[in-house]
């Protein structure tokens, strides 16, 4: 894993234990799930629009801003970056039509 992505999902556990009055992301954690879920949906909204508009440093940031609520997501559910990491390692190499006859759900 990325040294940013290992330093981060570390923080993401810390969170766990921490104010919410003073870490955004323990706030999230104590708003729930379907908070986090509802963020997750506003960052791919705009994650779609910067894309369709082209501007690269817009792209980049708002890309940013999803995969960062879905690592919050991942971890709020007892997950980490690692383990999807580990999905796509596992997909490498294989073709998108095995990819898809090997999925078990
Ligand atoms: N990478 C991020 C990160 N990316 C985005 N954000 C926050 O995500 C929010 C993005 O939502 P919006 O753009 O809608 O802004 P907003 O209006 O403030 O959001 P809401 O109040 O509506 O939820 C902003 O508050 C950003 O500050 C992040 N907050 C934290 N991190 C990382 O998480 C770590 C822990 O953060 P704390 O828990 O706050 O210490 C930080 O050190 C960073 O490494």
Do not use: C
């Not at 708002?62 to 997909?91: I, K």
Request: net charge negative; proline share 1%; hydrophobic share 40%.
């Amino acid at each position: 894993m990325s040294d940013v992505l290992t330093r981060l999902s570390e923080l993401l556990e810390q969170r766990k234990a921490a104010d919410p009055a003073s870490s955004y992301v323990a706030k999230l954690y104590a708003k729930g799930m379907d908070s986090i879920l509802k963020k997750i949906g506003e960052e791919a909204t705009e994650t779609v629009i910067a894309a369709k508009g082209g501007n690269h440093d817009e792209i980049i940031y708002e890309t940013a801003d999803l995969w960062f609520h879905t690592l919050v997501m991942l971890s709020h559910a007892g997950l980490s970056a690692q383990d999807v990491l580990n999905e796509l390692a596992r997909r490498e190499g294989l073709s998108g039509i095995e990819e898809k006859a090997s999925r078990t759900s």
